[in-house]
Each structure stands twice: as C-alpha cells, then as structure tokens.
C-alpha cells in the first residue's frame, strides 16, 4: 500500500472524529471516557469478593492514562468492566457508570453495546498467543473486525488486514496474512493483536499488560508502535500494568489501584518526584536503581488482602508503615485532593 | 500432505501383517477341532477328516498354513471357508450391512452427541446440562443387549416405530439398531463435547472474540466450537472402529446378516480362513479412517499441519 492511501485514510478518520468531538461538546460532555464509581464483585461459592469498589476516572483524545496496581488489583477487572466482557457469572458490575462521549454503556444491552467493541472502544491483551485464535489465520481475524462490523466482503476485508499488519509493522504482511498466530513470534503476535483492536479506529483503546510477557527489547518496541499509533489517530489510551518502568516514558497521568479502590491518581511527573500515598512510594521504592547499586532493593512487606475478607479500615493499612489507629476502623479513606489535581485516599498523603 | 499419506499408507503393512498373524495363532491355538460336529452325532469317518485337512492345508505346520494363506491372499483371494464358499463371497453380501449399520450409528453419535453436548455446555449448571448429564449416565450404565432388547420391547412392539429384526438389512431396518449401537458412544461424545466447549468458553481468544464485539452466537458457534471439536472428532472417528467391533453383540440382537454374525459363526467353527479375512477388512476399515481422523485433525488444528 501507498503512504498516499494511508494518509488519505488517516485524514478521513480525522475528520470523522472532529465532527463527532463538536458533537460532544456542543452536548456539554466533558470526557471521551469517564468511570463513575465502579463497583464490580464476583459472586463465588466461597463468599462475593468485591473486585472493584467505587472507582472514578476519566480519559481525554491523546491522552494516555495508566493504571497501575498489583495482580489482583483489579486493574483488569476494572478493564473489562469497561469494555463489558467480564465473565459473568461470577463477575457482576454492581453499580456505577461507564460514559462514553456521554453514553452510560452500562445500560446499554449486550448487543448494543457489542457494536462499540471496536469502532469506539477496544482492548489488546497480555498473552498475544492465547489471546487470538489458533485455528484461524491471523488475516482472517483481523479481517472479521470489517467483515462483521462493517459487512464487507471477504477480499475486501482482506485487503484491509493487509493495510493494518504494514501499519504495526509487519514485514511482508501480503506474504504472511494467511499465516496462523503460532507461526510468528511474541512481538509480531503482539503487533497483530494491536492490528486487530484499531482495525476500526478506535476512540478508546485499553491495553492489558501488553508488553508483560515480551522481552525487554520487544517491550521499548511495542510501546513505541502504541504511542505512534496514538499520535496519528489521536485515540485516548489506558495502559494498564506493574511496571513502573513502562508508565513512566508513555503515560501523562497514573492511577494507581489497591484492593479494587483507586489510592492515588496524579500526572505523571509530580507523581514519580514526590508520591502521595504510602503504597504509591512503596511501589516506586521497589523499582530496581542503576544509581542505588549494591544496596538492598525494598519490597513491600506483606501480601494484598484477600478480598472475601477484606481488612476494616483502608484496605492497605496492615502492609502500612504509617498506619495509626483511625486507619484501621470504620470506611476506608476516601480520595481527596491533596495538592491541585493530584488525589490521594489517606489520612496522611503527602506527609510521608 | 502427500507425504505424510504415502508414509501412514505404508506403516499400514505391518500392522496387517502383524493382526492377521496374531489371529490365525489364535484360531490355532483354540481347543477343538474344525471337524468336531461336523458330521451330526457321530464322530467323522477317518477319510473324511483326512480329506478335509488336506483340502484347508490342516495337514502342515501352522506357519506354513499362515504363508499359503498371505501367498494366496497377494493375488486377491481372500480363501474358502469351511462351508466351501468363497470368504469374499461372504463378505461382499455383510459388509455393506454392517458399513450401513455403522454410518448410521456414527450419524446419530456426531449429530445427537455433539447437539447435546453444545446444549449442555451453554447452559451449564442449567436443567438441560443436567438432563444430558443424568441420560448419558443412564446410557453409559446400561449394557448394551439390554438396551438393545428394550428398544426392540418399546419402540419394535409396543409401539411399533420400527422394526423388531433387520434381517435384510435395508437403510429403514437398520435405524433401530444403529441407534442401539450409538448408544454408548453417544453418550461419551456428549460429555465430550460439553467438556471441551466449557473449557474453551473460557479460553482467552473467545474473551477476545467478545471484545471484537461479536454477537454471542458467532462467538461460540465459530470461535470457541471450532476448537472444541477437535478432541471430538478423533474421539468419533477412532469410536468406528469400537462400533464395527461393537456390531456383533448389536448384529444377534436384531438378526442382521452382517460381518458380527460370522465373526461369531468363524470362530465358532474355528474357521481361521473366514475368521482373518474378515478381522483384515474390519483391520484396513479401522486404519482407513484413522488415517482420515489425522488429516482432518490436521485441517481443524493448523498447529498440528501435516504440511
């Protein structure tokens, strides 16, 4: 394909998008995305284990918000609670809401809300392997994206895979579209999973750990092609993942999630200077320093809370060193705004 | 492709080789002999035995019998069985009985296994999940000659559905004991089925399928059953084999005039002329579609591509 064809594309979807921006504003909608106190639980024999417990964000065009948290955080949960395909049951949203450009997706029923997968909002995963198809050729996967949501025929939808896997950078990608998802390598695999979730250009996409099960020199790639994409397309991105290392060269702002609750959101450079929650300077002192050499790495003691039973108090306060007697009784703190757009939720942000 | 089919093609040989031996060994170590009862009450005359050995080559060493019998085998002739007539005779008239037969079963075992098997897999925990549970035990408990005499009781008499025997065999006949003879496998390929799709409905690329935004429907029916037929399929194409093999006990319940009947008949009469000559088709049938089963798999799964 020509560079001509995808500039002419690119400059269609611009358009398309400014047109529906004006729309959103003249509706006097404030955010692409926005996430109004969230709760999610998964009802399991053993007892409802609140996964996620009034989370709050928003997320703008060209932005690129990351979510950081431990495994179990509910950082995935929170994902694809967004993205309406939690495994229910268990996993139940229990309350909140969901706008996109102003529409609460969680009214929507799954049919309707299915026609946003991909056109508005769309999400890549960790393992690039089990997360596409086996059976199918990759081409064909990508290709159902235009064959399903915009009924093109099978050589024409064809013809577009071929577009999208030149446009993450797929070496020969007329030669390999009817090649299958074992045949490549994690990074391509990954690259093709980013094909598919922008195949239809996207408002909003949400990766999953993306570059977690990549090495490190296949990682600074990935997220390089993710930030190029963004340039070009302008869509809001949410990065969720543990590695701080990751968020600190991409994102613009960071929510870092404990125990299913956001304990701190900031912008990113405030944030890495000069952390507001305990966890958060837990988090940053636990990151390996070329200039700390020789000395012993700080972990966070302890383990997050099991969230059948979860600690009275805030959540994290029985892995806190500040921790005094009001942390431990009665509702978890809530967020506050410590300094001027940075939040925190704890009695004592900002004073550690 | 073509190479890994002339390469199974040839490994056939041996196995062919290898179950015929073993089965005129077996013939020859039975007790008795072929002449026992061949002459009503009384014990045959001595010129008669004597004839009679001499005629199926009884006379000499077992693996000189078991080599006349390949040498003839080579050149097509398949040898006469104790009755004089031809074996190819005789099984160009069963086979094609008990092929019906055996289609008709493996029909009912992909289409009834594998609907209910989805059904139950959708609906987990559901009733209809637990009424293929409880049937497929049922199935799974019962022997099959007293399923088989139940269904000739309700269906045969009582209600008259279908007929009782299949004596001639005919596609209409042999509904009944095809349906007898799946049974059991039937019941295997629903659990199966069940299992298999529960398993991949959970799998990654179906929660990938979902935010692609596929309608439900397309996501089970293409994504996730795609892949969960794929143990299915070699489970009904090696159950051929068991359902061939299965035929006999079916075969004398509903008085079909198949291959089952003269295996009985074969063995009974120590027949290993008729006995191995009918077990190397039943040997070549079952080889055939495992070969089949491969290639499909090879098609199903394209990590297991044969190219």
């Known amino acids: ?352 | 492709m073509g190479k890994f089919i002339v390469r199974r093609l040839l490994q056939m040989i041996p196995v062919i080789l290898g179950t015929t031996f073993l089965i005129f060994m077996m013939v020859y170590a039975l007790p008795g002999d072929p002449t026992d009862g061949r002459c009503g009450q009384r014990p045959c005359p001595p010129q008669y035995v004597e004839a009679f050995r001499r005629e199926y080559n009884l006379d000499k060493p077992v693996i000189v019998q078991y080599l006349l019998y390949l040498a003839k085998l080579l050149t097509g002739d398949f040898g006469t069985a104790y009755n004089g007539k031809t074996v190819l005779h005789e099984l160009s008239i069963r086979y094609p009985v008990t092929i019906k037969l055996a289609l008709i079963a493996i029909a009912i075992e992909a289409v009834i296994g594998i609907a209910a098997g989805i059904l139950a897999a959708i609906r987990k925990g559901k009733f209809i999940d637990n009424l293929v549970t409880v049937s497929t035990l049922l199935l799974i408990s019962f022997p099959v000659f007293v399923i088989g005499g139940l269904c000739q009781l309700v269906f045969g008499l009582q209600l008259g559905w279908f007929p009782v025997t299949a004596t001639e065999g005919t596609w209409e006949q042999l509904v009944l004991p095809g349906i007898v003879l799946a049974s059991l496998s039937v019941a295997y390929t629903a659990r199966l089925t069940r299992t298999s799709l529960v398993e991949n409905l959970r799998a990654d690329y179906v929660r990938t399928a979902r935010a692609k935004g596929l309608t439900v429907p397309r996501t089970i029916a293409v994504h996730a059953l795609r892949n969960s037929l794929i143990p299915v399929v070699t489970y009904i194409g090696a159950s051929f084999g068991a359902l061939m093999g299965g035929a006999i006990v079916t075969e004398r319940i509903f008085n079909i005039n198949g291959i089952g009947g003269y295996i009985y008949k074969s063995i009974h009469d120590r027949d290993g002329t008729a006995l191995v000559g009918t077990v190397l088709c039943l040997v070549v049938v079952y080889l055939v579609v495992n070969l089949l089963v491969d290639i499909l798999y090879g098609v199903l799964d394209p990590r297991m591509s044969h190219d």
């Not at chain 1, 393992?127 to 093109?152: T, Y």
């Not at chain 1, 869509?235 to 600190?248: C, E, K, P, S």
């Not at chain 1, 994290?316 to 300094?339: I, K």
Request: with cysteine; net charge neutral; charged share 25%.
């Open chain 1, 1 to 352: 394909m020509t560079q001509d064809v995808a500039a002419k594309h690119q400059a269609g979807v611009a358009a398309r998008k400014a047109e529906m921006r004006a729309a959103q504003l003249a509706a006097g909608v404030e955010h692409l995305l926005e996430v109004k106190d969230l709760h999610v639980e998964f009802r399991m024999q053993d007892g409802v284990a609140k996964a996620i417990n009034g989370v709050s964000f928003h997320l703008d065009e060209r932005e690129t918000l990351a979510i950081l948290g431990e495994s179990g955080s509910g950082k995935s949960v929170t994902a694809q609670a967004i993205m309406g395909i939690l495994d229910t049951p268990p996993g139940y949203v229990t309350g909140g809401e969901v706008l996109f450009q102003g529409t609460d997706m969680l009214k929507m029923t799954y049919r309707e809300r299915a026609k946003y997968r991909g056109p508005k909002i769309s999400m890549i995963f960790q393992d690039a392997l089990s997360s596409l198809n086996p059976v199918f050729p990759v081409g064909w996967q990508i290709a159902e994206m235009f064959r399903k949501h915009r009924g093109m025929n099978r050589s024409d939808a064809y013809a577009e895979a071929v577009r999208l896997m030149e446009r993450v950078k797929i070496p020969a990608a007329k030669e390999r579209v009817k090649a299958f998802p074992h045949q490549f390598s994690g990074g391509m695999r990954q690259r093709i999973m980013i094909a598919m979730a922008i195949s239809l250009d996207p408002w909003v996409l949400i990766a999953d750990e993306p570059t977690t099960a990549l090495d490190v020199t296949v990682q600074a790639q990935i997220m390089d092609l993710l930030k190029e994409l963004q340039e070009e397309s302008g869509m809001g991105l949410i990065l969720i993942t543990h590695d701080l290392g990751v968020v600190a060269s991409v994102a613009d702002r960071i929510a870092v999630m404990y125990a299913g609750r956001l304990v701190e959101t900031s912008a990113i450079g405030p944030l890495y200077a000069h952390p507001l929650h305990p966890y958060t300077k837990g988090l940053l002192e636990s990151v390996p320093r070329l200039d700390q050499k020789g000395q012993e790495l700080l972990a966070i003691g302890g383990l997050p809370p099991n969230l059948l039973r979860m600690p009275e108090g805030c959540p994290f306060n029985p892995r806190c060193r500040y921790a005094f007697d009001e942390c431990r009784t009665g509702a978890p703190p809530p967020l506050r705004e410590v300094e001027p757009g940075r939040f925190a939720a704890c009695y004592v942000a900002g004073e550690v």
